[in-house]
């Protein structure tokens, strides 16, 4: 595990338990520092949403992990445009199966970016 990454405890509930902590709203995660993300619902996710990540950049970010809401559904053209510029993977699913994914790969050292949309 990345020695940094915070872990995710619970969700749900409008937030996240991150080391224990209660995090309201959505949250996104970059070089493991977990930060407020004003994203709300995947129609407001737009790639300035993401600055971070983009900025962040593939020497950093292997791949986005990117959790939708309770649905899965497609992200964005242009997000998905902007990641693919950037040389950053983007995987997409539903926040709580994204939450749990989070664990298990910066339990391998995995070098991602998460962005969950609070559910």
């Given amino acids: 595990m990345s020695r940094d990454a915070p872990s995710i405890d619970a969700y749900g509930e409008g937030g996240f338990r991150l080391d224990g902590a209660r995090h309201e709203g959505s949250l996104l995660i970059v070089s493991d520092e977990a930060r ?30 990117l959790g939708v809401g309770a649905r899965n559904a497609m992200p964005p053209r242009a997000v998905r445009d ?21 664990n298990v790969l910066t339990a391998e050292g995995r070098r991602i970016a998460a962005a969950l949309i609070a559910v």
């Fill in 82 to 102: 902007a990641l693919q510029r950037a040389g950053i993977g983007l995987e997409f699913m539903d926040t709580p199966a994204a939450a749990k994914l989070y």
């Fill in 36 to 65: 407020n993300w004003p994203v709300r619902a995947l129609p407001e996710l737009t790639p300035e949403s993401l600055a971070p990540v983009l900025e962040a950049g593939r020497a950093e970010v292997e791949f986005l992990l």
